[in-house]
C-alpha cells in the first residue's frame, strides 16, 4: 500500500514538474535524443560488423570450434602420463 501511495504521490509531482518546467524539459530531450541515437547506432553497427566477421570466418572454411589433431593427441599423451602418475602415487602410497 505505501507503494502504491508512494508512486501516486511521485506521478503528480512529476506532472505538476512538467506543466511548470515543460521548456527546461524539452530541452533536455532535444539534447537527450541525438545522443542516444548516436550511442545505439555505434552499437548497432559494432554488433553488425562482429557478426559480419563472424559470417565470414565461418565461410572461409575455418571452424573456430575445431581444434588440430596434433592437439589433440599431445592431450591424449598428457592424459595418459597423468593416469600413469597417479598409479604410480597409488602403489607408492600401499
Known amino acids: 500500500m505505501k507503494t502504491l501511495i508512494g508512486g501516486a504521490i511521485a506521478a503528480a509531482l512529476g506532472l505538476l514538474g512538467l506543466a ?7 530541452t533536455l530531450i532535444k539534447g537527450t535524443i541525438p545522443a542516444m541515437l548516436l550511442l545505439g ?4 553497427l ?4 562482429d557478426e559480419l566477421k563472424d ?3 565461418n565461410d572461409s572454411g575455418v571452424d573456430p570450434i ?3 589433431d596434433d592437439a589433440v593427441d599431445k592431450q591424449k599423451e598428457e592424459i595418459e602420463n597423468l593416469k ?9 602410497k600401499e
Open 20 to 26: 511548470i518546467w515543460s521548456g527546461p524539459f524539452f
Open 41 to 44: 547506432g555505434g552499437l548497432a
Open 46 to 49: 559494432y554488433l553488425g560488423f
Open 55 to 57: 559470417t565470414w570466418k
Open 66 to 68: 575445431a581444434t588440430p
Open 84 to 92: 600413469k602418475e597417479i598409479e604410480n602415487l597409488k602403489s607408492a
